[in-house]
């Protein structure tokens, strides 16, 4: 995906990050250059709550052999807790910094609010193409939820269109046996949306192990669930049929039959060939009494 560095989600991360300074920020900066300081590795901890929870092992070892030899270019973006410093942005080049054995790394520290610390984290995870699709639809869930925000406020704080944000959270409908396939790029993105028409958790479970195992398309999986979608409106308006002549004598006859037995009015009211009602109709507490009694018997 290309990256515009002056638009869109670059834009929004650094109009998320305020430039105020508290009173210990002003001696940090002081010692050094653009609000930048050092801090000791060990004093800097994650995010619990950052949308990012997978990290792919590999990348973080090519990334670890990096700042062996060059460092780390772009500093943490963090914020002070009570003893120790929380990442805000930049979790995966804290791994690495640990990985490459650095004692320290540079940070830039930020007063932010919970909501701005959430978005920020986001802004930055889809920004650089961590996040994988579930982990993304549950960060916009929780700016949904705990913040009371607006699909419209969401789409507009990460640069993506509503429709996009919306197909997203889509996804945490499915089931989470499919959702965990998901994560694990088993399926992808749209094989999982097409998975959505299917309603039953197991035969969308079955349904993606068959796309796994058979390597099918997006494609492909769409015609198959329309297809499965047709039959199964068939098979629905199929029961539907009138019912024929033969079995409506049939339900007249055990409408009388149950009559002489309980000895008021009884009705059969068919819905289809396979499913229906039956009515007892009764006049008094005394007929009422009669029938419960009968069916007590």
């Keep these: 995906m290309a990256r515009n560095t002056k638009h869109g989600l670059g834009k929004g991360l650094d109009s998320l990050i305020p430039d105020k300074v508290t009173p210990s920020q002003k001696t940090e900066r002081a010692e050094k250059k653009d609000g930048v300081t050092v801090i000791d590795i060990n004093k800097v901890e994650p995010n619990r709550e950052q949308p990012r929870k997978v990290f792919n092992e590999d990348a ?11 460092g780390i270019i772009q500093p943490l973006l963090v ?37 701005e610390v959430v978005e920020i984290s986001l802004i930055e995870n889809i920004q650089r193409e961590d996040l994988n699709p579930i982990e ?27 429709t996009a944000v919306t197909n997203s959270l889509r996804l945490l409908k499915l089931d989470e046996r499919v959702q965990q396939m998901l994560v694990d790029e088993m399926i992808s993105s749209g094989h999982a949306r097409a998975l959505l028409s299917i309603d039953d958790p197991d035969k969308q479970y079955e ?25 199964s409106q068939h098979r629905e308006k199929k029961e539907d049929e009138p019912l024929s002549e033969e079995l409506l004598t049939e339900y007249a006859a055990i409408e009388e039959n149950m009559k002489q037995k309980i000895g008021t009015k009884v009705r059969i009211l068919p819905k289809s060939n396979k499913s229906g009602k039956i009515e007892i ?6 007929e009422f009494e009669k029938i419960m009694n009968y069916f007590n018997d």
């Design 60 to 70: 973080l070892q090519e990334l670890s052999e990096s700042i062996k030899q060059y």
């Design 136 to 162: 993304e639809a549950l960060a916009y869930k929780r700016l949904l939820e705990e913040f009371d925000m607006k699909q419209d406020e969401v789409a507009e704080k990460v640069s993506k269109s509503r």
């Design 207 to 231: 349904f993606a192990q068959r796309i796994f195992d058979e390597k099918m398309s997006v494609r492909d999986v769409e015609k198959e669930v329309k297809k499965l979608q047709n039959e």
């Design 281 to 286: 109709e009764y006049y008094s507490t005394e």
């Design 79 to 115: 914020q002070k807790k009570d003893d120790y410093y929380e990442i805000i942005a930049g979790e995966r080049r804290w791994r690495a910094a640990k990985k490459a054995g650095l004692e320290e790394v540079p940070v830039i520290i930020r007063d932010l609010s919970e909501q």
